[in-house]
């Protein structure tokens, strides 16, 4: 019998893992006499909040299957909660679904909606890498891009939004917001909105899609994308929700429930417990703003700009020099950040700093900072 011929390997389709490229930089920092400054992901380090933990627990039963489509009451309390905190009203429970976090749902969505190699995905110019990811791994053609004009007579099958943006921390306006909503509808585009750091704002008050200032009212052809990770440091239980256009969550649902993607039960009882409870947000909302506030001033006093960041869990920082240059400097002093051209070649010149860690470790980089004064 013959052997069958060799596959190209999937991996080879994608790029990359950037977190890869900072093995040594990360060896170098944890060699520091005080120890490393993780401050190049954006991972919670704060406690579970205890209403969350007493939900998942007192769910811990939980014998049977759970359903794709999620708990009435799960996908009720996404739906209060979009009414209350983004204004996002008249959505119903055929408009949400529960997701298994959302970097899944985003590197997969191009899959699960039937997006191939003859499909145009566009992202932002600076970009969270997993949008390039799946239209990747469906062999689409992808652009980074932040005019619709430099698309010129294209016409994207999908295209992404994400505001309050990982990395520069930028949240655009409603108008800006109601521009491309109209461009995407002109054109038959999916429009497909990040929002996952939409209550981690600090100078600005971000925007969803689905307001009805910039959606018109009307859900046709948007879908909006929401996590828990941030928010109630849930990143741990993998909880998330996509809500939008019923017909593209229909779609998503029927495909998902052939594959099995189902939320756990327990979680699903969790992020009702989670969404429903404003308290711990304005609790952890002021641990970061300290620690942000921190480190803002150790950057800019250590010689560095801060560019946007007028929300999301980081800093965009630069000092005019190539991005891993700063990531080195930085690491002789202990302290871990992303090199900006992680998120496109646009980055090159700036780093990304997260201020996730503890206040005792935000304190030692900002020690360290000043030595660079």
Known sequence: MSPLPPRPAVSSRLPDFPWDRLTSYAARARAHAGGIVDLSIGTPVDPTPQVVQDALRAAADSPGYPVTVGRVETRQ?????????????????????????????????????????????????????????????????????????????????????????????????????????????????????????????????????????????????????????????????????????????????????NLGLMVPGPQQVAMVAALEDDAHVREQHALYDRRRRWLRDALVGAGFRIDHSEASLYLWATRDEDCWDTVSALADLGVLVAPGAFYGPAGSRHVRVAFTATDERVGAAVDRLATLA
Not at 97 to 110: D, H, M, Q
Not at 173 to 195: F, I, N, Q, Y
Not at 208 to 233: F, M, Q, Y
Request: charged fraction near 20%; hydrophobic fraction near 45%; include cysteine.
């Open 77 to 257: 309390a996404c739906l209060d909660w979009l009414a209350r905190r983004t204004g996002a009203t008249g959505l119903g429970l055929d408009a949400v679904l529960p997701v298994i976090g959302t970097k899944e749902l985003i590197a997969s969505l191009p899959l699960h909606l039937g997006l191939g190699s003859g499909d145009l995905v566009v992202w932002p110019e600076l970009a969270y890498p997993t949008y390039e990811v799946g239209a990747a791994l469906v062999g689409a053609r992808g652009i980074a891009a932040d005019s619709l004009t430099a698309l010129g007579p294209q016409r994207p099958a999908l295209l992404w939004l994400n505001s309050p943006s990982n990395p520069t921390g930028r949240v655009l306006p409603t108008a800006h917001l109601k521009k491309v909503v109209d461009w995407c509808r002109d054109r038959g585009t999916l429009l497909v909105s990040d929002e996952c750091y939409v209550e981690c704002a600090w100078e600005a008050e971000p925007v969803s899609v689905l307001h009805p200032d910039v959606c018109g009212g009307t859900t046709e052809g948007i879908l909006a994308v929401h996590s828990l990770s941030k928010r109630s440091n849930l990143a741990g239980y993998r909880c998330g929700f996509v809500a939008g256009d019923p017909a593209l969550v229909a779609e998503l649902l029927a495909v998902r429930k």
